[in-house]
């Protein structure tokens, strides 16, 4: 048993060990956000009755305004 003398080899280990974790937390939470968005665009084009409300006029592209709306909704949310 090596004891105290791999105190400082444990300790890299650890801080290695957080910074993996924190990395794939934070894929993790990237992937939960757009899941999440996804889920309220399919949420609300399933009430609309189709992805149509969404789109550019003329195109099949979702306008960006909607991204900004649900952005600004969930941000509101995490505030109240």
Not at 5 to 27: C, G, H, S, Y
Not at 29 to 54: C, I, M, P, S
């Amino acid at each position: 048993m090596m004891g105290d003398a791999t105190l400082p080899n444990r300790f890299d280990f650890m801080v290695e060990q957080e910074t993996l974790l924190e990395q794939k937390i934070a894929v993790l939470q990237a992937n939960l956000a757009f899941l999440r968005w996804k889920k309220w665009y399919y949420e609300h084009a399933k009430d609309a009755g189709t992805e149509a409300v969404f789109w550019i006029p003329g195109t099949h592209i979702v306008d960006p305004k909607w991204r900004a709306q649900y952005v600004a909704t969930t941000e509101t949310e995490k505030t109240d």
